[in-house]
């Protein structure tokens, strides 16, 4: 998941250096959600992981 937030993140670094903000934007606002999700995932894993 982490892979995927940092794709997202560089392709949004590169679209916003050539200018293509609309693009940027998008590509940085799915690296945010998809870091939230990894965390949010790991967190759930952490917890369900100690009940057994």
Known sequence: M???AIL???IALI???LGFG???GTAAWA???VFIVGLI????????GRRA
């Open 41 to 48: 995932m790991f967190v759930v894993s952490l917890v369900m």
């Open 8 to 10: 997202f993140l560089v």
């Open 15 to 17: 679209a916003a250096w």
């Open 22 to 24: 609309a693009l940027a």
């Open 31 to 33: 690296a945010k959600i």
């Open 2 to 4: 982490f892979n995927w």
